[in-house]
């Protein structure tokens, strides 16, 4: 019988693989059939880490097999990649049962050709983990064509995302930032202080079990070291909001005031509204809006948990002109966008973007830039941000909004870099309208 949490995680990657779904909703629909809390987790940690290394992979049964994997059927790449995942990172799953489920998942798949093929690629790959046919880290970084071999492949990213952060912040850089992105994301909190303090919410989940230190940069965010807070009774009292560190400078980069009207123009799931709400102590107004009716119910939920009631939910599109006055004395912009300062969380993005998916998202960025600014009172400012490590949607964005609109200027800027920072890639830009 196949172990349970590896059919959930070849069901999750094999509809990744196939433009279905991204992975935190595949990943969502399959582990609903997993009762057992200890399943779950691992199909989550075998999809995801699959994803992450799939170049290495990829390389590995090109090698071994003499065959180019995309030619492959997707069901017998699947169950390979997922398999070479907890043969080469997974110590504690024994070698044999491995290669016995993915036999087994080859014949449940209709492929019982391809199952002495995989039972032979899969034992080979376990005999020779010492001396893999991947490139080696280049002894002199200067060789642009080893360099970029060695970190698409053997460090698993796009080749043209490698090219790109090579020409922008050199070799040692995009190392680091690979190997960054190829490690498991801590779970991060942002402490709700509408309900509570981060002290006394790290005293609330020690005594529940969970270890949570302080962030080193976000004033009131947490990071989980041990246990899960979402599995204690303290998960449905509106304590925390689950929010990545990057994510919560960025609200905080907002700067909101007590008193102040703030209009949060992509607001969905809610995590940087409730933020400026509490920053606000929940004084004044924000007007929190997003675009598709499940995104606002979504924005709802988190809103009604937190307990701010300074929240007006608006259900709208920011892309078009939008039917608010220009009162408001802070705008959010957290864009829609390619998410590729995200990669170490969702590993699946790095796969599916591509460089031609920048002029859609720029469009839309400049729209929706456009359109909220349009609401700021003179003196007011607007805040535009993405969780992408890219500046076609970050500077050039803003340049050209600056360019169009004179009666704007720049005030500041925030970025975080994984290589420098130890977070993930967000930009934000602070621009004042003015008086």
């Keep these: 019988m196949i172990a349970p949490a590896r059919l959930a995680a070849y069901e999750t990657l094999l509809a990744v693989a196939g433009g279905r779904a991204d992975l935190p909703a595949a990943l969502a629909r399959a582990r609903g059939s997993l009762r057992d809390e ?56 024994p070698a044999a049962a491995v290669v016995d489920d993915a036999v087994e998942m080859a014949r449940k798949a209709g492929k ?54 090579i020409d922008r912040v050199g070799y040692d850089a995009t190392a680091a930032w690979t190997r960054f992105d190829n490690e498991a994301a801590p779970l991060t909190l942002r402490v709700n202080t509408l309900r509570t303090t981060r002290d006394a919410l790290v005293d609330a989940l020690a005594k529940a079990g969970v270890e949570a230190v302080p962030t080193r940069r976000a004033s009131i965010g947490l990071i989980v070291r041990a246990g899960n807070p979402l599995l204690t009774p303290l998960a449905g009292q509106g304590l925390f909001v689950v929010q990545d560190e990057a994510s919560q400078l960025v609200g905080e980069f907002v700067d909101a005031r007590p008193g102040e009207s703030i209009f949060d123009a992509c607001a969905s799931p809610g995590g940087k509204t409730t933020q400026m709400a509490a920053m606000m102590r929940d004084e004044g107004r924000v007007v929190a809006a997003d675009v598709r009716a499940r995104r606002v119910n979504l924005l709802s939920s988190t809103v009604i948990a937190s307990g701010a009631r300074s929240v007006r939910i608006l259900q709208a599109d920011a892309r078009q002109p939008l039917p608010l006055e ?15 300062g995200t990669i170490r969380r969702d590993p699946d993005i790095r796969w599916r973007r591509v460089p031609s998916d920048f002029d859609g998202f720029a469009a839309t960025q400049r729209a929706i830039l456009a359109n909220a600014a349009a609401l700021l009172r003179p003196g007011g400012r607007v805040i535009y941000s993405t969780c992408s490590s890219e500046p076609e949607e970050n500077e050039a964005i803003v340049a050209a909004f600056l360019d169009a609109h004179p009666q704007f200027e720049p005030a500041s800027e925030l970025r975080t870099l994984p290589f420098r920072d130890g977070l993930e890639a967000f930009y934000g830009a602070a621009l004042v309208r003015r008086p």
């Design 38 to 93: 200890r399943d779950r987790a691992l199909a989550g940690e075998i999809a995801t880490g699959t994803l992450r290394w799939q170049a290495s992979f990829d390389r590995i049964v090109a090698q071994f097999s003499n065959r180019d994997p995309a030619r492959l059927d997707l069901e017998i790449l699947t169950i390979l990649r997922l398999s070479l995942f907890q043969l080469l990172h997974l110590d504690r799953v």
């Design 112 to 165: 019982r050709s391809a199952a002495g093929f995989v039972n032979a690629l899969l034992r080979r790959a376990s005999r020779e983990r010492a001396r893999l046919p991947l490139p080696q880290e280049p002894r002199d970084p200067r060789n642009r064509d080893a360099a970029i071999d060695y970190l698409s492949t053997t460090l698993s990213h796009p080749r043209w995302l490698i090219e790109r952060w």
């Design 326 to 340: 220009p009162v408001f004395d802070a705008v959010l912009v957290d864009a829609p966008c390619s998410g590729l």
